[in-house]
C-alpha cells in the first residue's frame, strides 16, 4: 500500500518557477515509477512526467525542457520543477505510482493517487 500526498503549488506568473513535492509512504517506494499528471478545468486528466525506478525520465513534449521530475530515495519524495511557467500550465497536479514498468502515461496505468495541488499561472 502506498500513500501519496503532494505539496508545493501555488500562484505564480507566466515565466516563474514552482517545484512540487510528493511524498510517499510505503517501504517499496524505490520500487515503484512514479509520475505526475494534471487536469485544467473542463479537461481530462493528463500525463506530465514520469520517473522510473532506475531514475530514467520520460516527458510529455508539452513540458519537455521546462519541467524536470526527481526523486529523492531517502525522503521517500518525487519531486516536479516546473520552469518558464506558461497560462495553459494552470490545473492540478497529481502525484501517482504504480509497481509496474514501462512507458506508462495513462491513467489506469497507476494504482495510487495523491489528492492534487493546485498550481495557477497569471500572464
Known amino acids: 500500500q502506498v500513500q501519496l500526498v503532494e505539496s508545493g503549488g501555488g500562484l505564480v506568473q507566466a515565466g516563474g518557477s514552482l517545484r512540487l513535492s510528493c511524498a510517499a509512504s510505503?517501504?517499496?517506494?524505490?520500487?515503484?515509477?512514479m509520475s505526475w499528471f494534471r487536469q485544467a478545468p473542463g479537461q481530462e486528466r493528463e500525463f506530465v512526467a514520469l520517473?522510473?525506478?532506475?531514475?530514467?525520465?520520460y516527458y510529455a513534449d508539452s513540458v519537455k525542457g521546462r519541467f524536470i521530475i526527481s526523486r529523492d530515495r531517502g525522503q521517500k519524495t518525487v519531486y516536479l520543477q516546473m520552469n518558464s511557467l506558461k497560462p495553459e500550465d494552470t490545473a492540478v497536479y497529481y502525484c501517482?505510482?504504480?509497481?509496474?514498468?514501462?512507458?506508462?502515461?495513462?491513467?489506469?496505468?497507476?494504482?495510487?493517487w495523491g489528492q492534487g495541488t493546485q498550481v495557477t499561472v497569471s500572464s
Open positions: 510505503g517501504d517499496t517506494f524505490s520500487r515503484y515509477t
Open positions: 520517473i522510473r525506478r532506475a531514475s530514467s525520465t
Open positions: 501517482a505510482a504504480t509497481p509496474v514498468l514501462g512507458l506508462l502515461i495513462t491513467l489506469s496505468d497507476y494504482e495510487y
